[in-house]
């Protein structure tokens, strides 16, 4: 059988470019090469640190046709501490990432929680709960841990005590898919909720004079400090916030140090 090299037109011979067989062999090795797209009823490859089982007696929560599971605690965010409510105050303005602020939403503002994280809020005064999304910052006061919309507030019965001992639960996306003939439920890839851009805040003030000298003052022992403008209508707050890592856990850290060493009122918060 003559060669491969053989078959190819040289200078001074007769003969064809590429004789058939050789396109033969060309098409089937072009074929063999393809991807072949994986079924619809088999889940998705997710990342290792994504929980792919979910417990039969977790109770789902659908949400604009979405459903949602508490995430495992290894996985997932729980905290328990007291909630606030804001409203008409702020109702129409921006919140912190760039939507406009309904009271009469299902959302929420944290200090920490990546923004549009679904959260189960539970009162724990009276049992009643309800699903949030995040999607602002605050309460800029430390010892609380959410701060709901009116809607929400309402719904848990904390509108006219102003306040309520809440637990937080994080929840995960999920999607049902066919597998080995049974129907199974998988969450879908979420965000690490340990790591962001942190913060510390340690002190407010109304006086930009007085916010200027704090920032200083921490730059002068050698850390990242920054003034953080808010305007609450009715006066104008200077922020001072130290710059804490993009670890939630060497924040808590940096909180600590802070809280033992003249500032009591310190909280992590996330940029």
């Not at 990546?114 to 005064?125: D, F, G, K, S, Y």
């Amino acid at each position: 059988m003559k060669s491969l090299s053989s078959l190819i037109k040289r200078p001074g011979r007769p003969g064809l470019c590429i004789c058939p067989l050789l396109l033969l062999i060309l098409f089937l090795h072009g074929c063999a090469t393809k991807e072949v797209p994986a079924p619809e009823s088999v889940p998705p490859r997710i990342t290792p640190a994504v929980p792919g089982y979910i417990p039969p007696t977790q109770r789902p929560y659908k949400i604009m046709g979405k459903t949602y599971y508490p995430l495992p605690s290894a996985e997932g965010y729980e905290e328990q501490g007291i909630a606030s409510w804001y409203g008409g105050q702020f109702h129409g303005r921006k919140t912190c990432n760039g939507e406009t602020y309904d009271m009469y939403g299902q959302t929420a503002a944290h200090k920490t929680l990546p923004m549009h994280t679904m959260v189960l809020v539970r009162n724990q005064e009276n049992g009643k709960e309800m699903v949030v999304r995040i999607n602002d910052r605050g309460p800029f006061v430390k010892g609380r841990i959410i701060d709901l919309s009116l809607t929400v507030a309402q719904q848990l019965d904390i509108v006219d005590n102003g306040t309520a001992t809440v637990k937080l639960t994080a929840l995960g996306e999920a999607r049902t898919y066919r597998q080995g003939g049974r129907e199974v439920d998988r969450f879908l890839p979420h965000e690490d909720f340990q790591k962001g851009d942190f913060y510390v805040q340690i002190g407010s003030f109304t006086s930009r004079l007085n916010a200027d000298n704090l920032r200083d003052k921490m730059k002068q022992q050698g850390k990242t400090a920054v003034i953080a403008e808010f305007d609450r209508g009715d006066k104008l707050f200077y922020r001072v916030q130290v710059r804490a890592g993009t670890t939630l856990t060497a924040a808590r850290s940096m909180e600590e140090v802070f809280n033992s060493n003249g500032y009591p009122d310190a909280f992590v918060v996330a940029r």
